[in-house]
């Protein structure tokens, strides 16, 4: 059975930092990109950070560069996503997402709020 389960969101002060974590089970981790994804609230899910399989690659939206870092661990089968200076407009919650040609898995989401 594939999942994703993230964890690590939670209340964080402006200028803080979180780590997330997306650990995966049920499918070839090491094959697939990871990334993860933002929701908030009234707005369209959007791309955060993507890394491909290997962990040779990333990029980043241009509201996290320099602020956010993901990374991998395929002997762990997770994925992190290190969020450092955190800005109310942070807020929202947080899905990772498992890609492979036209596979793709979601996880549930974990919230991340970040107080003014």
């Known amino acids: 059975q594939v999942q994703l389960v993230e964890s690590g969101g939670g209340l964080v002060q402006s200028g803080g930092s979180l780590r997330l974590s997306c650990a995966a089970t049920?499918?070839?981790?090491?094959?697939?990109?990871m990334s993860w994804y933002r929701q908030a609230p009234g707005k369209e899910r959007e791309l955060v950070a993507i890394i491909t399989n290997s962990g040779a690659g990333t990029n980043y939206a241009d509201s996290v560069k320099g602020r956010f870092a993901i990374s991998r661990d395929n002997a762990k089968s997770t994925v992190y996503l290190q969020m450092n200076s955190l800005k109310p407009d942070d807020t929202a919650v947080y899905y990772c997402?498992?890609?492979?040609?036209?596979?793709?898995?979601w996880g549930q989401g974990t919230q991340v709020t970040v107080s003014s």
């Open positions: 997402k498992a890609s492979w040609y036209r596979t793709t898995y």
């Open positions: 049920g499918f070839t981790f090491s094959v697939y990109a």
